[in-house]
């Protein structure tokens, strides 16, 4: 069985500030209204997969963080994030940017693109329900925009 929840239309997105430096147009600090979708696949228990407010409540806590942020990478190869506790700062072939700490959020990714980002949500919404046995698969979307997003799917529970 599969639960699914749209994001466009829960309340569960989110508008950031980032950039890709290895592809030119996108290596420009730019922002994107993203809307986040899940789906959860298993067996019911009890008559239910899952409650849908017990997710939308997570995901919905967990993209919050992202809201109104410049998403930056923790680590890669291209760009160089250093912070104090007041300041961060990027640096990538010619251009530097420095950003209050409070309007930075640093995902845990050597990039910030979409794909990444799914990546992480993923990662994060299978950690807060991994006490639910019963669920064998999740699968974040992550959209840019309408019509264009991507896709992580991970395996619930594996041992």
Same mark, same amino acid.
């Given at each position: 069985?599969?639960?699914? &929840?749209? %994001? #466009?239309?829960?309340?569960?997105?989110? #508008?950031?500030?980032?950039?890709? *430096?290895?592809?030119?147009?996108?290596?420009?600090?730019? %922002?994107?209204? $993203?809307?986040?979708?899940?789906?959860?696949?298993?067996?019911?228990?009890?008559?239910?997969?899952?409650? $849908? %407010?017990? &997710? +939308?409540?997570? !995901?919905?806590? !967990?993209?919050?963080?992202?809201?109104?942020? &410049?998403?930056? *990478?923790?680590?890669?190869?291209?760009?160089?994030v250093t912070c104090n506790t007041k300041e961060c700062f990027v640096t990538y072939g010619d251009k530097q940017f420095r950003f209050p700490v409070s309007d930075v959020y640093i995902l845990e990714r050597q990039i910030t693109s979409s794909?990444?980002?799914?990546? $992480?949500?993923?990662? /994060?919404?299978?950690? +807060?329900?991994? /006490?639910? +046995?019963?669920? +064998?698969?999740?699968?974040?979307? &992550? $959209?840019? %925009?309408?019509? /264009?997003?991507?896709? /992580?799917?991970? *395996?619930?529970?594996?041992?």
């Amino acid at each position: 069985m599969i639960l699914r &929840v749209e %994001g #466009s239309h829960n309340r569960i997105n989110f #508008s950031a500030a980032h950039f890709i *430096p290895s592809i030119e147009k996108c290596s420009r600090l730019h %922002g994107h209204d $993203y809307a986040v979708d899940l789906e959860l696949e298993g067996e019911p228990k009890d008559g239910i997969l899952i409650d $849908y %407010g017990i &997710v +939308k409540s997570a !995901l919905r806590r !967990l993209v919050d963080t992202f809201d109104h942020k &410049v998403l930056l *990478p923790e680590s890669s190869s291209i760009s160089m994030v250093t912070c104090n506790t007041k300041e961060c700062f990027v640096t990538y072939g010619d251009k530097q940017f420095r950003f209050p700490v409070s309007d930075v959020y640093i995902l845990e990714r050597q990039i910030t693109s979409s794909e990444m980002i799914a990546d $992480y949500l993923a990662d /994060q919404m299978r950690d +807060k329900l991994k /006490q639910y +046995k019963n669920l +064998k698969k999740i699968r974040i979307c &992550v $959209y840019e %925009g309408p019509g /264009q997003c991507t896709c /992580q799917e991970l *395996p619930f529970n594996a041992e």
